[in-house]
T-cell receptor, first 113, second 116 residues
């Protein structure tokens, strides 16, 4: 186990609703990255937070937003949910820098009906 | 463009066979890292290896070995004497230096099924 935890494990929402996913980073890590993994696809980078600031963003619309807290845990918020948002959302923590290993959590499976 | 291609969608082998998973990447960066991750049915990505762009030495770890060839932009992964527990989805990923975020660009993944 990596020490990265995510909650909830599973979530079912309907179109138009809002959702918040949570991630606790591994002890000593100050960077959290979020990825979206659609069924049968590789994970896609959403954004990264480093010391409470957004530090890079992938090709996702503004309705995907995030936060990082002083203890380096993080939230991913998605507004106005669409059917295509159904996916496994993975959180990864690292100690910062482009070459550092990212430790992944077990993911949150989001289903949008 | 920065891209990772894993052309093999699914591979099925019988236990004890050797199997190679292919990975081809594209990047304009001269400095980058390459990774392999394993994703068992539980969903959590498990780190297997990291290789930087300046180190083309092949690496062996137990039954696992990796062949990095910069000339062909490939970073292939071989499992020797496969076991049923190796059944999983395997992802190759690229971390380019540009942007310095450490974001990972993943391939589509290769599903490996090892039959007893």
């Amino acid at each position: 186990e990596t020490g990265v935890t995510q909650s909830p494990t599973h979530l079912i929402k309907t179109r138009g609703q809002q959702v918040t996913l949570r991630c606790s980073s591994q002890s000593g890590h100050n960077t959290v990255s979020w990825y979206q993994q659609a069924l049968g696809q590789g994970p896609q980078f959403i954004f990264q937070y480093y010391r409470e600031e957004e530090n890079g963003r992938g090709n996702f619309p503004p309705r995907f937003s995030g936060l990082q807290f002083p203890n380096y845990s993080s939230e991913l918020n998605v507004n106005a949910l669409e059917l295509d948002d159904s996916a496994l959302y993975l959180c990864a923590s690292s100690s910062g820098g482009y070459n550092n290993e990212q430790f992944f959590g077990p993911g949150t499976r989001l289903t949008v009906l | 463009a920065q891209k990772v291609t894993q052309a093999q969608t699914e591979i099925s082998v019988v236990e004890k066979e050797d199997v190679t998973l292919d990975c081809v990447y594209e990047t304009r960066d001269t400095t980058y890292y390459l990774f392999w991750y394993k994703q068992p049915p539980s969903g959590e990505l498990v780190f297997l290896i990291r290789r930087n762009s300046f180190d083309e030495q092949n690496e062996i770890s137990g039954r696992y070995s990796w062949n990095f060839q910069k000339s062909t932009s490939s970073f292939n992964f071989t499992i020797t004497a496969s076991q049923v527990v190796d059944s999983a989805v395997y992802f190759c990923a690229l971390s380019p230096f540009s942007g310095n975020t450490g974001k990972l660009i993943f391939g589509q993944g290769t599903t490996l099924q090892v039959k007893p």
